[in-house]
């Protein structure tokens, strides 16, 4: 990959949408990891508004200190990045004291991660629409078009997608070329959604590296059957939540009435 190149292409092209759509700058959520440290990075060289928010919700304190780290890096080497701090925990808590009481807990456990997600998807478009900004996404190729790792409606709800065509690898890439703090580049990936440590590997089960190739496997026609062991293991994990997650990937399907019955 031409990184340089890369970049400055990404680069003109948020400055361009934004200009065109008469949009004052961009709005992103930093959770700390690498994929909203390069985003942010990419919007900043812009030199339009950029406003960073962070937007704890019982995090994790290491996910909290990347976070703020990089933005304090962003704000000393560009001048047009506003950090902005929203405290969403009590929020959170006070909608799970509103919502109906389930049997077992354990049953709504992943209902309130993407709740999670939408809070904070619902406060950057808050800002968006106070001050003109368009939200930035922060999903890469694997998650938004291979695996589906992402919320529907939260960290899925942007009004463009700047690395969404680069792969894990990729990102990391323009990451070290970027100067992005080596805490971020070391630290495992996670979506922070689950108040712990689990990382997006625990919950995968594959590494981004094993997704990519199946992704290129898949690409190139491959099946289940073409792969033993580990390989083969990987390509069905790939395969089932490909499938299972074409709902987050394909529009949104419409009930086209025949002409007939108007």
């Keep these: 990959m031409q990184t340089q190149k890369v970049i400055d292409y990404i680069v003109k092209w948020l400055k361009d949408y934004a200009v065109n759509a008469k949009m004052n700058g961009f709005v992103i959520g930093i959770s700390g990891g690498i994929d909203s440290a390069v985003t942010s990075?990419?919007?900043?060289?812009?030199?339009?508004?950029?406003?960073?928010?962070?937007?704890?919700?019982?995090?994790?304190?290491s996910q909290v200190s990347r976070a703020v780290n990089h933005i304090?890096?962003?704000?000393?080497?560009?001048?047009?990045?506003?950090?902005?701090?929203?405290?969403?925990?009590?929020?959170?808590?006070?909608?799970?004291?509103?919502?109906?009481?389930?049997?077992?807990?354990?049953?709504?456990?992943?209902?309130?991660?993407?709740?999670?997600?939408?809070?904070?998807?619902?406060?950057?478009?808050?800002?968006?629409?106070?001050?003109?900004?368009?939200?930035?996404?922060?999903?890469?190729?694997?998650?938004?078009?291979?695996?589906?790792?992402?919320?529907?409606?939260?960290?899925?709800?942007?009004?463009?997608?700047?690395?969404?065509?680069?792969?894990?690898s990729e990102v990391y890439e323009i990451a070290k070329h970027l100067g992005i703090n080596q805490e971020i580049i070391d630290a495992a990936p996670t979506d922070g959604l689950w108040g712990d440590d689990r990382t997006d590997e625990d919950q995968i089960g594959a590494?981004?590296?094993?997704?990519?190739?199946?992704?290129?496997?898949?690409?190139?026609?491959?099946?289940?059957?073409?792969?033993?062991?580990?390989?083969?293991?990987v390509f069905e994990i790939y395969s089932r939540l490909n499938a299972i997650n074409q709902h987050k990937m394909i529009p949104i399907p419409v009930c086209k009435i025949p002409e007939n019955l108007k």
């Design 72 to 168: 304090s890096w962003l704000k000393k080497n560009h001048e047009n990045t506003i950090k902005i701090e929203v405290n969403l925990t009590p929020v959170f808590d006070s909608l799970i004291d509103v919502l109906p009481s389930v049997q077992n807990e354990e049953d709504r456990f992943m209902s309130l991660a993407n709740t999670r997600a939408r809070l904070r998807m619902t406060t950057l478009y808050y800002f968006a629409a106070l001050h003109k900004y368009l939200v930035a996404g922060t999903g890469n190729k694997v998650e938004d078009f291979g695996v589906g790792f992402y919320t529907k409606y939260g960290d899925g709800g942007v009004d463009l997608s700047p690395i969404a065509d680069l792969m894990k």
């Design 207 to 233: 590494t981004y590296d094993e997704l990519e190739w199946a992704m290129k496997m898949k690409g190139k026609g491959k099946t289940a059957d073409d792969f033993e062991g580990r390989n083969k293991k």
């Design 41 to 61: 990075t990419l919007c900043a060289r812009t030199g339009l508004d950029l406003v960073c928010v962070e937007m704890p919700i019982h995090q994790a304190p």
